[in-house]
């Protein structure tokens, strides 16, 4: 079975990575951030220039805020989750 669409919970260095590395293996990925700010400056900037700064996003990433898009995006959902 293919895996066309995953939700990373988690817009930080790992969850970027993930993201990205998902993307380049055609899956269309949804990452989540729970900033609005941080959302915004990444689906505009086209990339997460405060974790991975010049790595430029495909088409197929995205950033959400909201956790019902993220529960709606894909039927897999990835939560990446590190406590300081």
Excluded at 17 to 46: C, F, G, M, S, Y
Excluded at 62 to 82: F, G, K, R, T
Aim: glycine share 4%; net charge negative; hydrophobic share 45%.
């Amino acid at each position: 079975m293919k895996i066309e669409k995953i939700s990373v919970y988690g817009a930080g260095s790992w969850g970027t990575a993930l993201a990205l590395q998902l993307a380049r293996n055609d899956i269309d990925v949804l990452l989540w951030d729970i900033n609005t700010k941080h959302v915004e400056v990444i689906n505009h900037a086209r990339e997460n220039h405060y974790y991975l700064a010049g790595i430029p996003f495909p088409d197929n990433v995205n950033c959400s805020s909201e956790l019902s898009d993220m529960l709606n995006h894909a039927d897999y959902q990835l939560i990446l989750w590190v406590l300081n």
